[in-house]
């Protein structure tokens, strides 16, 4: 079956164009909300019902943050958009020579417009099954799952008789120097060394191993050397054994290898790669190594100029800078807004404009009152960084209920050092 319009749209109400957003992640967010005016049918499928504001999803996976804080279900956020329809679905497969979305229970969506924003995954470089052992972050369920794996952890040491086998259960291995292992390095002394160290009575969660391992010379290697060299300071200040040129060989349940070398460890946490969404092998385009889609300036791709993809998937064009577009939040969101701005463009039988990218800064916190930020025209480190980047991340929450849970949640961890997200629930 396919269907060409929107499932709500009447017959009398056809045929304005069909515009179809894969994804309700930041780029195809910002690209829904960029065609709120414009005279044309959106739908927009994602396979879940809720947008995450992932750059907090380290948060839940330590139980600073409830799963809530930080999603909010996609119908809400475009409620008030009356030529956009959401549908809860998985695509198997994009055809772009009949300009059709394949979904896996067989039914066919015909598009004039098409805009894939279906991100990420994380990579595991070859080793799949390293998953079931060290698992990445990228959604809800990762987040869930690892919050399941830490808090379990410190309730089987404080069961535990052996001192060996208590040691390895409260060590934590981070494969990734990047920005989300840096985040989960510095937030789990902060949540093991104050917040939970009068909640146990035969452990002594001050005790807790945090060893962050990255393959490359330096922690977040995408930012300025004295910025990375400053984050590793902080991290070692936090009591963060942090071990750069150790590339990983083998991840097993009770432990990682670096080489010959085994580090005993019942948590592994894996934050060192990406993979790009497999709908981009559909789109018969060349690929990356990675998997992304090489687009054209104007975020569109090759033979196919009503097909655009943003966000991880992408690869964008070089920038005016020299410097690559950044894998993170902003980069998707000012993709899904040029994206939907050359469609409008297209419609209206204009050329589209090529995307730029503005970067406003790159920031990553380590832990309280520390933190760094490349704003471009400025490097800023310690306690200013730390609330600058508290202040950004409330403001881009999606949902006013969001940014006020996530504001009195950590108003409450900073003057009483206590998480109000401990629970431990079946998976």
Known sequence: ??????PDTPPAARRRP???ILGGGFGGLYAARALRTASVDVTVIDRTNHHVFQPLLYQVATAVLAPTDITSPIRHLLRKQRNTVVLMAEVSAIDAARRVVMLAEGTEIAYDYLIVATGSRHSYFGHDAWERDAPGLKSIEDARE?????????ERAELTEDATERAALMTFVIVGGGPTGVELAGIIPDVAKRGMVSDFRRIDTRDTRI????GGPRVLPTYPEELSAHAQRDLEQLGVEVRVNSLVTKVEPMGVCIGSER?????????????????ARSLGVPLDGAGRVIVQPDLSIPGHPELFVV???AVYP??????????????????????AQNIRQRIAGEETAPFVYMNKGDLATIGRYKAIGDLGYARITGRFAWWFWLLLHITYLAGFRNRVSVLLEWAYAYFTYR?????ITKR
Request: charged share 15%.
């Open 211 to 214: 060893i962050l391992l990255e």
């Open 318 to 339: 070089p920038q005016p800078n020299g410097r690559p577009v950044p894998g993170v939040a902003q980069g998707a969101m000012q993709g899904g807004r040029r994206a």
């Open 311 to 313: 966000g991880d998937l």
């Open 419 to 423: 998480r109000g997200a401990r629970l």
């Open 146 to 154: 690892i919050r399941h794996r830490f808090l379990g952890a410190y």
């Open 263 to 279: 580090i005993e460890a019942r948590t592994i946490l894996w934050a060192a790669g990406n993979a790009a969404s497999p709908l």
């Open 1 to 6: 079956m396919t269907n060409t319009q929107p």
């Open 18 to 20: 069909h515009v179809v």
